[in-house]
């Protein structure tokens, strides 16, 4: 249904910032939920953050409040996801994912279309 590519990771300093973005194809972008999460080996798959269809209602863990900002640009197909203040516990996979079947929000459970993920490290 939805093609998903993440593009953006990479290895940054305690502190650092990093951008992630993620494009979309294959169905009007701007009908669904959009969400990123993370995974570390032996650990689930977790939640980060996730935007509306139109953007005007963000959702964020509470590990990443006040340093993570969820956003995206319907013209461009695109959602990004800024993060500051890296902290090494941020160190994971990183994916974004697609609720279809929603506008407003998208869950590890509701997620019916996942990318390949990009890898996020940092060091102390």
């Known amino acids: 249904q939805v093609q998903l590519v993440e593009s953006g990771g990479g290895l940054v300093q305690a502190g650092g910032s990093l951008r992630l973005s993620c494009a979309a194809s294959?169905?009007?972008?701007?009908?669904?939920?959009m969400g990123w999460f993370r995974q570390t080996p032996g650990k689930e798959r977790e939640f980060v953050a996730a935007?509306?269809?139109?953007?005007?209602?963000?959702y964020y863990a509470d590990s990443v409040k006040g340093r993570f900002t969820i956003s995206r640009d319907n013209a461009k197909n695109t959602v990004s996801l800024q993060m500051n203040s890296l902290k090494p516990e941020d160190t994971a996979v990183y994916y974004c994912?697609?609720?279809?079947?929603?506008?407003?929000?998208?869950?590890?459970?509701?997620?019916?279309?996942w990318g390949q993920g990009t890898q996020v490290t940092v060091s102390s």
């Open positions: 294959g169905r009007t972008f701007s009908s669904y939920a």
């Open positions: 994912a697609a609720n279809t079947k929603s506008i407003t929000i998208v869950t590890t459970r509701t997620a019916d279309s």
């Open positions: 935007i509306s269809w139109s953007g005007d209602n963000t």
